[in-house]
Antibody, heavy 117, light 109 residues
Framework: QVQLQESGPGLVKPSQTLSLTCTVSGDSISSGDYHWSWIRQHPGKGLEWIGYIYYSGSTYYNPSLKSRVTISADRSKNQFSLNLSSVTVADTAVYYC?????????WGQGALVTVSS | QAVVTQEPSLTVSPGGTVTLTCASS?????????PNWFQQKPGQAPRALIY???NKQSWTPARFSGSLLGGKAALTLSGVQPEDEADYYCLLYYGDARVFGGGTRLTVL
C-alpha cells in the first residue's frame, strides 16, 4: 500500500522560506514513470497544483509560482521536498503531496502551514 | 495559464442523477487534456475517482462515470447516495502543466 506523509513547520514568518518534506512508503520515488507532486489548498478554497518532480529528476512548476518554488528529491530517504521562498500570508494553506501517473492516485493527509509573524 | 471552470454548486435528490462539468478557457476539452475527477469531503484529502476522461480507480463506485460532453469533461453520478455529498474537482493536463477547476459543491437533499 502506497502511503505519503507530509512533514515540516506549521508556522512560517513572512518573507521566509516554507519547507516541507513528503516521505513515501510502499513505492520508490526512483522507479517507474511517476511524477511526485505538490498541491495546496487555501483555507475554504479550491485546489492549486504547485508542481512535480519526475522519477528521472526533472521538474515542472506552476507558472504562477515558478519564481519561488523548488521541488527536490532525496532518493536515499525516499523523500521529496517543497521549498517556497518569500512567503506571504497568501501562502497559508494545506499542502499535500501526491503520486501521479495520469491521475493523482495517492495523497498525503496534508499539512497546514500558516504564514504569520 | 488556462482557467478551468466548474459549476460552483449543484443539488441532487437521493437516488437521482447529476452531471458535473469541467470547461477550459482555451477551448473544447478533449481526451488530450486527460480529464481527472476528485472527490473531497470535509477534513480529508482529495480522493481520485476518474482519470483519462473515463477510467475509474479500483475504489470508484460504479455509479460514477466520466465522459466528454459538449466540449467539456463531465462527471455523472447515477443513483446518488447521501455519502456522495462532497466537493468535486476536475483536473486538466496542458502538456506538462496541470490546472484544477474551482470545484463543485454537491449537496444531496
Amino acid at each position: 500500500q502506497v502511503q505519503l506523509q507530509e512533514s515540516g513547520p506549521g508556522l512560517v514568518k513572512p518573507s521566509q522560506t516554507l519547507s516541507l518534506t513528503c516521505t513515501v512508503s510502499g513505492d520508490s520515488i526512483s522507479s517507474g514513470d511517476y511524477h511526485w507532486s505538490w498541491i495546496r489548498q487555501h483555507p475554504g478554497k479550491g485546489l492549486e497544483w504547485i508542481g512535480y518532480i519526475y522519477y528521472s529528476g526533472s521538474t515542472y512548476y506552476n507558472p504562477s509560482l515558478k519564481s519561488r518554488v523548488t521541488i527536490s528529491a532525496d532518493r536515499s530517504k525516499n523523500q521529496f521536498s517543497l521549498n517556497l521562498s518569500s512567503v506571504t500570508v497568501a501562502d497559508t494553506a494545506v499542502y499535500y503531496c501526491a503520486r501521479e501517473w495520469l491521475i493523482l492516485d495517492y495523497w498525503g493527509q496534508g499539512a497546514l502551514v500558516t504564514v504569520s509573524s | 495559464q488556462a482557467v478551468v471552470t466548474q459549476e460552483p454548486s449543484l443539488t441532487v435528490s437521493p437516488g437521482g442523477t447529476v452531471t458535473l462539468t469541467c470547461a477550459s478557457s482555451t477551448g473544447a476539452v478533449t481526451s488530450g487534456h486527460y480529464p481527472n475527477w476528485f472527490q473531497q469531503k470535509p477534513g480529508q484529502a482529495p480522493r481520485a475517482l476518474i482519470y483519462s476522461t473515463t477510467n475509474k480507480q479500483s475504489w470508484t463506485p460504479a455509479r460514477f462515470s466520466g465522459s466528454l460532453l459538449g466540449g467539456k469533461a463531465a462527471l455523472t453520478l447515477s443513483g446518488v447516495q447521501p455519502e456522495d455529498e462532497a466537493d468535486y474537482y476536475c483536473l486538466l493536463y496542458y502538456g506538462d502543466a496541470r490546472v484544477f477547476g474551482g470545484g463543485t459543491r454537491l449537496t444531496v437533499l
